[in-house]
């Protein structure tokens, strides 16, 4: 027999064993009344602990997450163009604050106006 087939073997018979083990205790546990409830007992005793070190667990995942998608945001909110920052010298940055372009929304439109009066003056059958 190959190491293979003996470590097979030998998983298959541990497997047996520990159906039948189980499956004994279970027997002595649903025959015998103190055993079966200090079974229950034991069981409620490690669920409550487990449970104590999931929620514990939990919270520390939840507090560890936020913190990640927190960094995540700002990062994101970093990279996001400012729409108040002041355009630059250089002309890199196309981005004016509002005050600014209403100031010079303003400047055009007094332009404008100017231009439409003058043009209104230049036209030939209008006096002046």
């Known amino acids: ?13 541990q497997g047996f ?11 002595e546990t649903l ?8 079974t229950f007992q034991d069981l409620q005793q490690e669920w409550d ?16 997450a936020r913190q990640y998608v927190d960094q995540l945001l700002a990062q994101w909110r970093q990279s ?19 005050a600014t372009a209403k100031r010079e929304l303003d400047r055009l439109t007094e ?4 231009l439409k009066g003058e043009l209104a003056q230049d036209k030939p059958g209008t006096e002046g």
């Open 111 to 114: 332009e404008i106006a100017t």
């Open 1 to 13: 027999m190959t190491t293979n087939n003996s470590t097979l073997l030998d998983t298959i018979q």
């Open 49 to 64: 602990q487990r449970a104590s070190q999931w929620a514990q667990k939990g919270t520390t995942t939840e507090t560890e």
């Open 80 to 98: 996001l163009p400012n729409p108040l920052s002041k355009t630059t010298a250089t002309g890199s940055n196309n981005i004016i604050d509002f």
């Open 31 to 38: 025959q015998d009344p103190q055993k079966r409830q200090g």
């Open 17 to 27: 064993r520990i159906t039948v083990g189980a499956t004994a205790s279970l027997v």
